[in-house]
Protein backbone atom coordinates (compact mmCIF):
# COMPACT_ATOMS: atom_id res chain seq x y z
CA UNK A 1 0.00 0.00 0.00
CA UNK A 2 2.73 2.37 0.82
CA UNK A 3 4.80 1.97 -2.35
CA UNK A 4 0.98 2.61 -4.35
CA UNK A 5 0.78 5.53 -2.41
CA UNK A 6 4.76 6.80 -3.53
CA UNK A 7 4.35 5.40 -6.63
CA UNK A 8 1.17 8.48 -7.79
CA UNK A 9 2.96 10.92 -5.49
CA UNK A 10 5.91 10.46 -8.07
CA UNK A 11 3.59 10.17 -11.07
CA UNK A 12 1.91 13.71 -9.35
CA UNK A 13 4.76 15.10 -8.87
CA UNK A 14 6.27 14.42 -12.32
CA UNK A 15 2.87 16.02 -13.85
CA UNK A 16 3.48 19.57 -11.95
CA UNK A 17 6.47 19.78 -12.22
CA UNK A 18 6.27 19.54 -16.28
CA UNK A 19 3.22 21.82 -15.52
CA UNK A 20 5.13 25.04 -13.94
CA UNK A 21 8.83 24.10 -14.82
CA UNK A 22 8.82 23.46 -18.88
CA UNK A 23 7.42 24.70 -22.21
CA UNK A 24 7.19 22.69 -25.58
CA UNK A 25 7.68 24.43 -28.85
CA UNK A 26 7.55 23.61 -32.28
CA UNK A 27 10.03 25.40 -34.27
CA UNK A 28 8.71 26.62 -37.57
CA UNK A 29 11.69 28.39 -39.21
CA UNK A 30 15.48 26.96 -40.13
CA UNK A 31 16.58 29.50 -38.32
CA UNK A 32 18.70 27.39 -36.28
CA UNK A 33 19.67 24.38 -38.64
CA UNK A 34 21.04 21.95 -38.58
CA UNK A 35 20.76 22.19 -34.67
CA UNK A 36 17.43 22.66 -34.74
CA UNK A 37 15.10 21.78 -37.78
CA UNK A 38 11.97 22.88 -38.90
CA UNK A 39 9.17 21.21 -37.37
CA UNK A 40 11.50 19.70 -34.98
CA UNK A 41 9.89 20.09 -31.23
CA UNK A 42 11.92 21.76 -28.30
CA UNK A 43 11.80 21.10 -24.74
CA UNK A 44 12.78 24.52 -22.83
CA UNK A 45 12.91 24.92 -18.93
CA UNK A 46 11.25 28.18 -17.40
CA UNK A 47 13.50 30.43 -16.64
CA UNK A 48 13.67 31.20 -12.68
CA UNK A 49 15.03 33.92 -10.44
CA UNK A 50 18.16 31.39 -9.93
CA UNK A 51 18.54 31.04 -14.11
CA UNK A 52 22.00 32.32 -15.05
CA UNK A 53 22.28 32.65 -18.86
CA UNK A 54 25.80 31.76 -21.00
CA UNK A 55 27.11 32.48 -24.44
CA UNK A 56 26.08 29.36 -26.45
CA UNK A 57 23.06 28.69 -24.57
CA UNK A 58 19.76 28.20 -27.06
CA UNK A 59 17.27 30.10 -25.28
CA UNK A 60 13.47 30.96 -26.08
CA UNK A 61 12.36 34.48 -25.89
CA UNK A 62 10.19 37.36 -26.80
CA UNK A 63 10.83 40.07 -29.05
CA UNK A 64 9.55 43.70 -28.02
CA UNK A 65 10.30 44.79 -31.24
CA UNK A 66 7.63 42.20 -32.91
CA UNK A 67 4.16 43.26 -32.65
CA UNK A 68 3.37 39.29 -32.61
CA UNK A 69 3.91 37.72 -29.64
CA UNK A 70 5.98 34.65 -31.37
CA UNK A 71 8.38 32.41 -29.24
CA UNK A 72 11.70 32.52 -31.24
CA UNK A 73 14.42 30.06 -30.66
CA UNK A 74 18.32 31.13 -31.05
CA UNK A 75 21.84 30.90 -29.66
CA UNK A 76 22.57 33.67 -26.82
CA UNK A 77 25.99 34.47 -28.83
CA UNK A 78 27.33 37.75 -26.43
CA UNK A 79 26.06 38.39 -23.14
CA UNK A 80 26.16 41.56 -21.04
CA UNK A 81 29.94 42.96 -20.62
CA UNK A 82 30.50 41.41 -24.02
CA UNK A 83 32.36 43.32 -26.92
CA UNK A 84 31.00 42.99 -30.33
CA UNK A 85 32.91 44.54 -33.34
CA UNK A 86 30.70 45.49 -36.35
CA UNK A 87 32.41 45.13 -39.93
CA UNK A 88 30.91 45.48 -43.11
CA UNK A 89 31.36 41.14 -43.75
CA UNK A 90 30.86 40.54 -40.24
CA UNK A 91 30.13 40.70 -36.48
CA UNK A 92 32.89 39.75 -34.38
CA UNK A 93 32.03 38.91 -30.93
CA UNK A 94 34.95 39.23 -28.57
CA UNK A 95 37.00 36.38 -30.82
CA UNK A 96 34.12 34.60 -32.43
CA UNK A 97 33.31 36.12 -36.30
CA UNK A 98 29.87 36.07 -37.20
CA UNK A 99 29.43 36.74 -40.96
CA UNK A 100 26.39 38.19 -42.24
CA UNK A 101 25.27 38.85 -45.66
CA UNK A 102 24.01 42.16 -47.66
CA UNK A 103 20.47 41.76 -46.94
CA UNK A 104 20.75 42.59 -42.98
CA UNK A 105 22.48 46.03 -44.34
CA UNK A 106 19.47 47.01 -46.73
CA UNK A 107 17.49 46.41 -43.61
CA UNK A 108 19.65 48.33 -40.92
CA UNK A 109 19.84 51.47 -42.83
CA UNK A 110 16.17 52.28 -42.94
CA UNK A 111 16.78 54.65 -45.98
CA UNK A 112 15.68 55.04 -49.78
CA UNK A 113 18.78 54.48 -51.15
CA UNK A 114 18.31 52.53 -54.60
CA UNK A 115 21.24 50.59 -53.53
CA UNK A 116 21.94 50.52 -50.00
CA UNK A 117 24.81 48.35 -49.56
CA UNK A 118 27.29 51.06 -50.48
CA UNK A 119 26.38 52.57 -48.51
CA UNK A 120 26.56 50.57 -45.23
CA UNK A 121 28.40 52.16 -42.13
CA UNK A 122 29.60 49.94 -38.87
CA UNK A 123 29.04 52.77 -36.87
CA UNK A 124 25.17 53.62 -37.96
CA UNK A 125 24.82 49.63 -37.69
CA UNK A 126 26.08 50.51 -34.00
CA UNK A 127 23.58 53.14 -33.53
CA UNK A 128 20.92 51.22 -35.19
CA UNK A 129 21.15 48.40 -32.33
CA UNK A 130 21.20 50.80 -29.49
CA UNK A 131 17.97 52.97 -31.15
CA UNK A 132 16.48 49.38 -30.20
CA UNK A 133 16.49 49.61 -26.47
CA UNK A 134 14.61 52.13 -24.30
CA UNK A 135 17.38 53.83 -21.46
CA UNK A 136 20.56 52.51 -22.62
CA UNK A 137 23.46 55.39 -22.16
CA UNK A 138 25.88 55.54 -24.88
CA UNK A 139 28.70 54.63 -22.24
CA UNK A 140 27.90 50.84 -24.49
CA UNK A 141 29.62 52.05 -27.67
CA UNK A 142 33.13 52.17 -27.95
CA UNK A 143 35.40 55.26 -29.42
CA UNK A 144 35.41 54.54 -32.41
CA UNK A 145 31.31 53.43 -32.83
CA UNK A 146 32.47 50.26 -34.69
CA UNK A 147 32.50 48.15 -31.24
CA UNK A 148 30.27 47.89 -28.53
CA UNK A 149 29.25 46.50 -25.06
CA UNK A 150 26.28 44.17 -24.94
CA UNK A 151 24.52 46.27 -21.96
CA UNK A 152 23.56 44.95 -18.47
CA UNK A 153 20.56 42.60 -18.39
CA UNK A 154 20.84 42.09 -22.30
CA UNK A 155 21.92 39.35 -24.70
CA UNK A 156 22.53 39.31 -28.58
CA UNK A 157 20.62 36.24 -30.30
CA UNK A 158 21.69 35.00 -33.89
CA UNK A 159 20.22 32.07 -35.53
CA UNK A 160 22.76 29.55 -36.14
CA UNK A 161 21.61 29.20 -39.77
CA UNK A 162 22.15 33.09 -39.55
CA UNK A 163 21.70 33.60 -43.53
CA UNK A 164 18.05 32.51 -43.08
CA UNK A 165 17.77 33.96 -39.79
CA UNK A 166 15.88 37.29 -38.54
CA UNK A 167 17.83 38.48 -35.18
CA UNK A 168 19.31 40.49 -33.02
CA UNK A 169 21.93 41.07 -36.32
CA UNK A 170 18.11 43.10 -37.32
CA UNK A 171 16.28 43.67 -33.80
CA UNK A 172 19.62 44.75 -31.79
CA UNK A 173 20.08 43.31 -27.83
CA UNK A 174 17.26 41.31 -26.23
CA UNK A 175 16.36 42.10 -22.56
CA UNK A 176 16.64 39.33 -19.99
CA UNK A 177 13.23 39.98 -18.86
CA UNK A 178 12.22 38.68 -22.61
CA UNK A 179 13.85 35.21 -21.90
CA UNK A 180 11.38 32.80 -21.03
CA UNK A 181 13.60 29.66 -20.81
CA UNK A 182 16.53 27.60 -21.90
CA UNK A 183 16.18 24.68 -24.56
CA UNK A 184 17.25 21.37 -23.03
CA UNK A 185 15.81 18.69 -26.00
CA UNK A 186 14.99 18.63 -28.92
CA UNK A 187 12.88 16.05 -30.42
Same mark, same amino acid.
Given at each position: ?16 ? *?? /????? *????? +? ?32 ? @? ?6 ? *? ?16 ? *???? #? ?5 ? @? +???? &? ?29 ? #? ?12 ? +?? #??? /? ?8 ? &? @? ?20
Amino acid at each position: MNKKITFYALIGLTGLS *YI /FLFDV *YKVMT +PSMASIINSNDYVLVVRKTIFSRFKSSDILSFNN @DMEDDHTT *YIKRSVAVEGDTIRIERD *YIMI #NDFIIPH @D +PIFE &MMVLERNYGDSIKYFDSSEYARYLFRKINNI #NDHYILNDGKALIV +PE #NHY /FMVGDNYYES &M @DSRCWGFIPKKNIKGKVIWIF
